[in-house]
Nanobody, 118 residues
């Protein structure tokens, strides 16, 4: 199992941009799915985006067109580029590694805080 560390969270104004990073302790080439989730205060954790090791990506409807997920296997890092940020994007963002694609042996990072002020 890889250890994940997220970084890049900050406080920004509406319309701003951030790039989150998720650094893995080991190779991510063969990890089937790497996902980003977020959790707003008082709400449940929700899916944001994923990248599959075959290259497929997908996004939650709320972030489509604004967020871009990417995987750099050489750097063992997954990124989440977030543009045109809105106050509703505020929350703790978590990285998830799902080696098999169906939850077995998955791991989570500790999260990074994103705050978007209006």
């Amino acid at each position: 199992q890889v250890h994940l560390v997220e970084s890049g969270g900050a406080r920004v104004q509406t319309g701003g941009s951030l790039r989150l990073s998720c650094a893995a302790s080991g190779p991510i080439d063969n990890i089937a799915v790497m996902r980003w989730y977020r959790q707003a205060p008082g709400k449940e954790r929700e899916f944001v985006a994923f990248t599959m090791n075959g290259g497929s990506v997908n996004y939650a409807d709320a972030v489509k067109g604004r967020f871009t997920v990417s995987r750099d296997t050489a750097k063992r890092t997954v990124y989440l580029q977030m543009n045109d940020l809105k106050p509703e994007d505020t929350g703790v963002y978590y990285c998830n590694a799902d080696p098999w694609g169906w939850g077995k042996d998955e791991t989570w990072g500790q999260g990074t805080q994103v705050t978007v002020s209006s």
